[in-house]
């Protein structure tokens, strides 16, 4: 059974860093492409950040650039966000999911996702 657990969401201050991570268990790790999305109340599901089984291809929006970094450590099949110069329109739901092989950045092509974990960003 896979399992994509979720941690590291919390407060934070406008400019401020947090990291998530996504530990993942029950699939072959290497073989898939991790992503981040988020969902703020009233919104829909948006993508954040994706990286490809390799770690050679990366994906973020445009929102995020330059702010947040994925990364991933196949030692401990954990894919983590780096979030730094927080902003109030950061604060959402963040989700981690995985699909295999090649990155997307639609929602409906992930077939595994993890339960999500709250990010707030005060002004």
């Known amino acids: 059974q896979v399992q994509l657990v979720e941690s590291g969401g919390g407060f934070a201050q406008a400019g401020g860093s947090l990291r998530l991570s996504c530990a993942a268990s029950?699939?072959?790790?290497?073989?898939?492409?991790m992503g981040w999305f988020r969902q703020a109340p009233g919104k829909e599901r948006e993508f954040v950040a994706a990286?490809?089984?390799?770690?050679?291809?990366?994906e973020y929006a445009e929102s995020v650039k330059g702010r947040f970094a994925i990364s991933r450590d196949s030692a401990k099949n954990t894919v983590y966000l780096q979030m730094n110069s927080l902003k109030p329109e950061d604060t959402a739901v963040h989700y981690c999911a995985a699909k295999l092989f090649t990155v997307t950045l639609l929602p409906h092509d992930y077939e595994h996702w993890g339960q999500g974990t709250q990010v707030t960003v005060s002004s």
């Open positions: 029950g699939l072959t790790f290497s073989n898939y492409a």
């Open positions: 990286l490809s089984w390799s770690g050679r291809v990366t």
